[in-house]
Structures are given as C-alpha cells and as structure tokens.
C-alpha cells in the first residue's frame, strides 16, 4: 500500500512569505501530525488532527497552523516565515488517534527560508 | 525542552559488532517507540514497547524499558553497514496524543 505522501519535497521562500505543505496519509488512517526537525530544536511537535479536528497543539507561534480534510489529507500554513522556520517538516499518520501501533512518517518537506 | 535524552550522542562501530543505545525521559508514557532515520529523511518506526513491558524483541533489535527509572536501551546485534542512521527514541506522552522525541544518536557501522 503506498505511504504516506508529502508534497513538495523541497521548498524554498523569502522570508515574510506564507507556505503550505501537504500531507497525504496512509489509506485508511485518520491522524495526521506534523513535526518540525531542525539541528538546533531537533524533534518537536505541531499539532495533531484527527476527522479534521486539531485535538492536540505543540508549543509553536499562531503563525503556523493546519487543517485536515474529510478524506483526511492534511495541509500545513505557515505565515510571515522566519529564518528559523527552516527545517524539515515531517507528516506522520495512524490509524487511530494516539497511535498505540506506531507512526508512519513520510519523507518529509525541506523548507529553506531565505 | 524535549523529554527524551538519548546517549551517546554518537557511536561509531565495526560491522558485526552489536549496537546499543540509552533512552532516558521524564514523565508517565503510554508507549516508548524507537524509530530510524536516513540521511535527515524520514522516520522509519522500529519498534514499540508499552508501559507494562519491559522487553520486547524484533529481528535483530532489543529493546528494554524500566518504568521505575524512566529509561528504555535499543540494541542492535550484529550490526550491517546499512544500520549507519541516527535513532530516536519517542515516548507518547500519557496525557496527550503526541510524540516526545529525543535528541538521537548518530549510529555509524564501519564495514
């Protein structure tokens, strides 16, 4: 079965700019969260959607927010980006909520702001 | 701050040897998961072990988990050049939906 798909795979904006990163989970799979790696922070949460309500929210400015859809594909915004809004952001789905199996990740959106 | 403190930050061993790094964390988990990851691509999950297991074994992989001391161990036994990533370990928080990453350690396998 395919995985799950971010879209694009690489990004690059000036800064100010507004972003939107996609996400398209495993078939069948009702959460999607996003995560934001970077050398410095590593790993850290954003938020997690499930049947397209936010039910959790890591500790980010209000400048980054999500959606998810009825056929739970999930976006991500980010707005006025910063320098330090470059990273790597990683989607990953579960069947359910909380994810008692594990997560699926997809490979990942590479933002670089300029 | 990231609940997961993972070490040794890097290691660094030859083809065959086994593997083994430590996880540490701080609050009450539902599950501790181990996951790999390539060349700053995606997280591949390894391994899950739950609050009321204390080891849990998978292929070539171990894992370990003491609930009194907050702590899991990840072992890799006979490691393969193709085992070179970094691992992290994640614990899903109890009270939350979300994982809590470590900061990884870089596993580098020298054939």
């Known amino acids: 079965k395919a995985g799950v798909t971010q879209t694009p795979r690489y990004l690059i904006k000036t800064r100010g700019q507004q972003v939107t990163l996609s996400c398209s989970p495993i078939s069948g799979h009702r959460s999607v969260s996003w995560y934001q790696q970077t050398p410095g922070q590593g790993l850290q949460f954003l938020f997690e959607?499930?049947?397209?309500?936010?039910?959790n929210k890591g500790n980010f400015p209000g400048r980054f927010s999500g959606r998810q859809f009825s056929n739970s594909r999930s976006e991500m915004n980010v707005s006025t980006l910063e320098l330090g809004d470059s990273a790597l952001y990683l989607c990953?789905?579960?069947?359910?909520?909380?994810?008692?199996?594990?997560?699926?990740f997809g490979s990942g959106t590479r933002l670089t702001v300029v | 701050s990231q609940q997961g403190e993972e070490d040794p930050q890097a290691l660094s061993i030859q083809e065959g040897e086994n593997a083994t790094m430590n996880c540490s964390y701080k609050?009450?988990?539902?599950?501790l998961q181990w996951y790999r990851q390539n060349s700053g691509r995606g997280l591949v999950h390894l391994i899950l072990i739950r609050s009321n297991e204390r080891e849990k074994h998978s292929g070539r992989l171990r894992v370990t988990l003491d609930t009194s001391k907050k702590s899991s161990s990840l072992l890799i036994t006979a490691s393969r050049a193709a085992d070179t990533a970094s691992y992290f370990c994640a614990t899903d928080w109890e009270y939350g939906n979300k994982l809590v990453f470590g900061a990884g350690t870089i596993l580098r396998v020298k054939s």
């Open positions: 959607y499930f049947s397209e309500t936010q039910r």
């Open positions: 609050t009450s988990i539902n599950n």
């Open positions: 990953a789905s579960s069947l359910e909520q909380g994810a008692a199996d594990g997560y699926t």
